[in-house]
């Protein structure tokens, strides 16, 4: 019987993906740790898309339970040996991920999240940047072409119950992610300039008057400036740096569907992009780099929803800034509203995305989403004191930049020139 599987259609349909055929995107997945899921019915192209992505990456692993599966043993699989060869399977993946291996391919069926969920926390643990796809075939919904092409033999009534079960599987948040080397050095980077606005008294003394209750300290009793920032918290962990484009929660979130057929989204999911890094914010709450989103990425932009902000438990002991928090409240859409606006010097971003950020860390009983939430309100800052036409802030001069206090111990650092970060736009599972 003939190949079927090799054919010019299924090649066609594989060389689409951006991570096989966009340079941008080749060159980052490169210098960067990926972990590629590919999801699909039997018979759809799993297999042939895994080795196209081979052909690609010398430096790869592809995890296939089918491989640890007797060859004269066709479909239906007995029990034990079904176990057995996903058993093989995981612990080859996590093998590859262990040594650190450029890009691990996993090709099984994976058509609910439950099965893909190893794979997923192995990526998580070791710091792989994920990519769910599925071969973009005319026939991986066409039962009866699907039990033809099937290697193993999986019948057509089968291949039909399973395409009933088959889940869109909807990431928590979509977003762009730096990979882990670039991480390192923004993080470098932020903490250097933090630290040298530490040296100027006048931003020492205005910062402290609100840091946040449980501070860490100094032995003196003093709080400890240089340890006050942790991104031990995060979701995603401590290591890679992202921006988050739209919070899903798996699906829970409304408009979630529509997001993810958006044809901007469709195209862009595994898909490379060079962010522009304007500068930093640095608040009791939260510290992190503030990007400007050009048109393409605002197609992909669905952030600025948020409503009032949140106060953790741990900040009700404080007076004053339990006030400042109750005081954050914007529009129905969570975003500055600025008619009339142009970007200036010291207004460089308003509107959609301009809460757009990689955040670095933050205060104690605060999360990574606060940085977003107090951009938005530097952002709202900046246009009142334009409106306002008033220039007298606190404002320091640091390499390359100038730091401004928009009060409340809120900073702003305006880079004097931007810079660029890869990133890979895709889902965090």
């Known amino acids: 019987m003939a190949d079927i599987s090799q054919s010019s259609t299924e090649q066609t349909c594989a060389s689409e993906f951006p991570f096989l055929q966009d340079p941008e995107t080749v060159t980052f997945i490169h210098k960067s740790k990926v972990m590629i899921i590919i999801q699909g019915l039997p018979g759809s192209g799993k297999s ?4 196209e992505i081979s052909k690609v990456y010398s430096d790869h692993a592809i995890c296939c339970a089918d491989n640890f599966r007797p060859s004269d043993i066709k479909y239906p699989f007995p029990k034990d040996i079904l176990t057995k060869s996903h058993k093989c399977c995981q612990d080859t993946a996590e093998h590859a991920a262990k040594d650190g291996v450029n890009v691990i391919v996993v090709d099984n069926s994976n058509i609910r999240l439950w099965e893909m969920q190893p794979y997923l926390n192995l990526a998580n643990e070791y710091n792989y940047t994920e990519i769910v796809v599925e071969p973009q075939t005319r026939w991986k919904w066409n039962p009866v072409e699907l039990a033809a092409r099937s290697t193993q033999g999986v019948p057509k009534d089968v291949i039909q119950e399973k395409l009933k079960k088959k889940d869109y599987v909807y990431p928590f948040f979509y977003g762009w992610f730096v990979n882990n080397t670039d991480s390192l050095s923004l993080r470098q980077m932020a903490q250097g300039m933090y630290e040298e606005c530490l040296q100027e008294p006048q931003f020492v003394d205005e910062f402290v008057q609100y840091a946040v209750p449980g501070a860490p300290q100094k032995k003196d009793g003093s709080v400890d400036l240089k340890q006050y920032f942790s991104a031990k918290t995060f979701d995603t962990g ?24 958006k044809p901007a989204v469709q195209h862009s999911l595994g898909r490379a992009y060079k962010l522009e890094i304007i500068g930093l914010l640095i608040t009791p709450r939260s510290f992190g780099f503030r990007l400007k989103l050009n048109e393409k990425e605002l197609l992909l932009w669905n952030n600025d929803d948020d409503g009032n902000i949140p106060t953790p438990p741990s900040c009700k002991a404080n007076d004053e800034l339990q006030k400042q928090m109750e005081l954050m409240t914007f529009d129905p859409k969570g975003q500055v509203q600025c008619p009339g606006w142009h970007p200036t010097k010291f207004s460089p971003t308003c509107g959609p995305g301009s809460r ?3 955040s670095v860390g933050v205060g104690v009983g605060f999360k990574a989403v606060q940085t977003g939430i107090d951009l938005v309100q530097l952002v709202q800052d900046e ?16 390499k390359k930049a100038i730091a401004r206090c928009y009060g409340n111990g809120n900073w702003l650092v305006y880079f004097e020139e931007s810079m660029a970060v890869d990133t890979l736009f895709t889902g965090y599972y």
């Open 48 to 51: 042939h898309l895994a080795r």
């Open 238 to 261: 401590p290591d890679s740096l992202h921006c988050t484009a739209f919070y899903s929660d798996h699906g829970e979130i409304d408009g979630s569907k529509q997001y993810a057929t």
């Open 383 to 398: 246009l009142n004191a334009d409106a306002k036409g008033k220039d007298d802030f606190l404002t320091i001069k640091i």
């Open 356 to 358: 757009a950020h990689l």
